[in-house]
């Protein structure tokens, strides 16, 4: 028996409304278990960024070792990182989240720490010649000006977890990986599809996101109207 000329699941076609449809609520959970594994692990890494960037900024000696060792974490294969965390986390959401953080950290603290060099050394004087101590020169100057190149590294640090989040479907804890995963399994094109499209809607969002906000928090950054190119 042929399947109905209108039944698209039963001819498994790449691009399937009856699965958006019929699927609804295992898509809707799994974008929000993707969404949560993403902005979880990329705010934890951030938290765990500026310190790292001030510490390299301030002790130069810091520097070597601090973007040494992100940049060795970046380089593990996911397969061998979750491996080596799986001890410690399970087979968890936790297990994902921890992988994503340290991914994260190689480009958040690099971009970070660019911003802060990358303020004028009279900027610095100038407000200490105002009175501003350490931790006040850090929040009122130092790290305002660094938000061009840290919102940088932080938009790229968001799609690239976007994107990682995926591979967290081989512990069941993988958002739209999970489905991209089984539908592979089963050759169930409109799932893989499906699931692949979203994570890509997923991460030009969050990019645009973060690139609005980043206009608003740093008016002084935007091309001014009539100053020349």
Request: charged share 10%; glycine share 8%; net charge positive.
């Amino acid at each position: 028996m042929t399947a109905p000329p209108d039944d698209c699941l039963a001819r498994n076609e790449w691009i399937c409304g009856a699965y958006l449809s019929t699927r609804r609520e295992i898509l809707l959970d799994a974008v929000v278990q993707h969404l949560q594994l993403t902005f979880v692990s990329v705010g934890l890494a951030l938290v765990i960024a500026v310190p790292l960037a001030v510490v390299a900024r301030r002790w130069r000696l810091a520097a070597g070792p601090v973007l040494g060792v992100t940049t060795v974490l970046y380089t593990i294969p996911s397969l061998a990182m979750f491996s080596l965390l799986l001890p410690l986390y399970g087979l968890s959401a936790a297990l994902v989240i921890a992988g994503l953080v340290l991914y994260s950290l190689t480009l958040l603290v690099r971009n970070v720490l660019a911003g802060l060099r990358a303020v004028p050394e009279e900027t610095r004087q100038a407000a200490r010649g105002m009175g501003y101590g350490p931790v006040r020169l850090l929040l009122a100057v130092e790290l305002p000006l660094a938000l061009p190149a840290s919102m940088a590294g932080l938009r790229i640090a968001t799609v690239s977890a976007v994107s990682l989040a995926t591979i967290g479907a081989i512990v069941g804890h993988g958002g739209l990986g999970n489905l991209i995963y089984s539908g592979m399994n089963t050759y169930f094109k409109a799932q893989v599809l499906t699931a692949s499209v979203l994570c890509v809607v997923i991460a030009v969002a969050a990019d645009l996101a973060l690139l609005l906000v980043q206009r608003c928090a740093t008016p002084w950054a935007r091309p001014q109207k009539g100053a020349p190119a």
